[in-house]
């Protein structure tokens, strides 16, 4: 055998990992637009108030609807990703994203501003659906969870660029300062219209297409041997349903591939096993937003300003510190999640979260209780256990909901799926974005986040008991571990064989 065969040269390797890297890269970048509005919201809805007279109402409305309006993208791109393909559901989500922008900074009044949101927020729905479904099925298994968590990385990097963009903005005059912050995310939207234009399509969804042609070139571009390649490309054509035999490069695959009959077997008639998977599923994307974190990033200005901090540009700076060491950690947990595993990372994450929640309701706590003096250790310990708070999500619960929900689907229910958890995952942070202020005028801010802290540890019983390992295993090998059968790793149940090709017949 030629040393192709058996293993990777130098140059394959490093070209393998670039190329796929770089595929990454590109498919993640839709995630800014997402963080670049959570960060930049932050900041900009001090000015929106005072700018249109908003209420303590309307500016809670403006923070969590986006997330609301999400849900019609985050459905909408799972069935059209099915059929145009992955890589032209991102240009939808960049398109629509950037006409949401220039429509938020060109906002006369609430109403328009609500416009504004609800095409952004589509555009957003479907960034979150598609990006870790191509990123998935585009990384081999060994750097699967490194690329993976590229979506988080780059919500991150949006969310950092959102409070800069606050922090500078916040000195022009009243009236365009908020409208360019809002206006600019389409910056990044644009960049990635550009960048499709140089990503392949996803194999699997290829193979489901027939086009094993196409999909082999892929895999070969992102594999680091001919061996592996070949091993990928008879994983995925048996998940489809197409006989290891067929060697034709264009088949008719059954039209099941397509998307029929998906809503059915997650919904009406699961299998026990296929049943485990969707509720895990949701019951992470649950968890990552019941635990706090968009009330944190949302937030943060009235955070800091309920411990003690009342200077305006003094509270921004602060809330730009959330957002770089949020950025710093999500980067360092890219480098750990092929290495270390899943579950020790998300349980260390979920852990820490509880005691920094638990520090931070003391010191708000004691705050409150001397309205008329500034106690500095209290301070100190809330700014500090915000930075811990946002630290730990950072290196587990960020990343891993995205990385594991997109693993843990067998490929016929992948992107419906997907958007599914995608949808709850953008309900549950409407609701708490949407309902934060009231919340803490209720039961005291400090009570905000003991109830957040209840639920975390809630969380981490749920992910010690019910979530495996899925490090360095294929997606196919994935699904048996919640008890999948070969077969149903399968896009669709083969017939006997009556002609070596079974369902796929040569379409060459």
């Not at 249109?52 to 059209?80: C, H, M, P, W």
């Not at 592996?228 to 006989?243: F, M, N, T, W």
């Amino acid at each position: 055998m030629t040393n192709m065969e058996t293993g990777a040269s130098p140059e394959r390797r490093v070209s393998a990992k670039t190329f796929a890297l770089s595929c990454g890269i590109l498919a993640s970048m839709t995630s800014i637009v997402l963080g670049y509005d959570i960060g930049v919201v932050s900041g900009a809805t001090l000015f929106i108030k005072e700018d249109l007279k908003l209420s303590d109402t309307q500016i809670e409305i403006v923070s969590g609807v986006l997330n609301l309006y999400a849900l019609v993208g985050s459905f909408a791109a799972g069935r059209i990703s099915d059929i145009i393909g992955r890589r032209f559901t991102i240009v939808i989500a960049a398109a629509t994203f950037i006409a949401g922008a220039i429509l938020m900074g060109l906002a006369t009044d609430f109403a328009f501003l609500m416009v504004g949101r609800f095409v952004a927020g589509i555009g957003v729905g479907f960034a979150m659906m598609i990006a870790p479904v191509y990123t998935t099925e585009v990384a081999p298994a060994a750097y699967r969870g490194f690329l993976s968590s590229f979506p988080e990385v780059f919500i991150n990097i949006g969310i950092l660029l959102g409070y800069v963009s606050n922090f500078f903005l916040a000195k022009l005059s009243l009236n365009l300062g908020w409208r360019l912050m809002l206006g600019m995310g389409a910056f990044p939207a644009v960049l990635l219209g550009i960048g499709v234009l140089f990503m392949p399509e996803s194999p699997r969804w290829l193979v489901l297409q027939g086009r094993i042609k196409d999909a082999r070139h892929v895999l070969d571009r992102t594999s680091e041997t001919k061996e592996e390649s070949e091993q990928r490309l008879a994983d995925i054509k048996k998940a489809a349903g197409i006989p290891e035999s067929c060697k034709d490069d264009k088949v008719d695959v059954p039209k099941k591939n397509h998307g029929k009959g998906v809503w059915m077997e997650l919904f009406i008639k699961p299998s026990p096993p296929v049943r485990r998977i969707f509720w895990t599923s949701l019951a992470i994307h649950f968890f990552q937003q019941a635990s706090g974190i968009d009330s944190v990033v949302l937030y943060s200005p009235r955070i800091f300003e309920k411990a003690g901090i009342h200077d305006k540009n003094a509270s921004l700076g602060a809330t730009m510190a959330v957002g770089f060491v949020k950025t710093v950690f999500i980067l360092v947990a890219t480098f750990f999640l092929d290495k270390f595993g899943r579950r020790p990372l998300l349980l260390t994450s979920t852990g820490g979260m509880i005691v920094s929640l638990l520090g931070l309701g003391v010191g708000l706590t004691v705050i409150d209780k001397h309205p008329d003096e500034t106690v500095h250790w209290a301070v100190g310990l809330c700014v500090s256990t915000v930075l811990f708070f946002v630290a730990f999500f950072s290196i587990g619960q960020g990343p891993i909901t995205w990385v594991y929900t997109s693993e843990i689907f067998p490929i016929r229910l992948r992107a419906q799926g997907v958007s599914i958890g995608v949808a709850l995952n953008r309900t549950m942070s409407g609701i708490i974005g949407m309902t934060f202020i009231s919340l803490y005028k209720a039961i005291t801010i400090a009570g905000s986040f003991f109830l957040y802290m209840s639920i975390g540890i809630v969380a981490w019983i749920f992910f010690f008991v019910c979530l495996p390992e899925t490090r360095g295993k294929s997606l196919e090998e994935i699904g048996m571990l919640f008890g999948l059968s070969p077969e149903e790793t399968r896009e669709v149940e083969l017939p006997p064989e009556s002609n070596g090709r079974g369902q796929a017949s040569s379409s060459r």
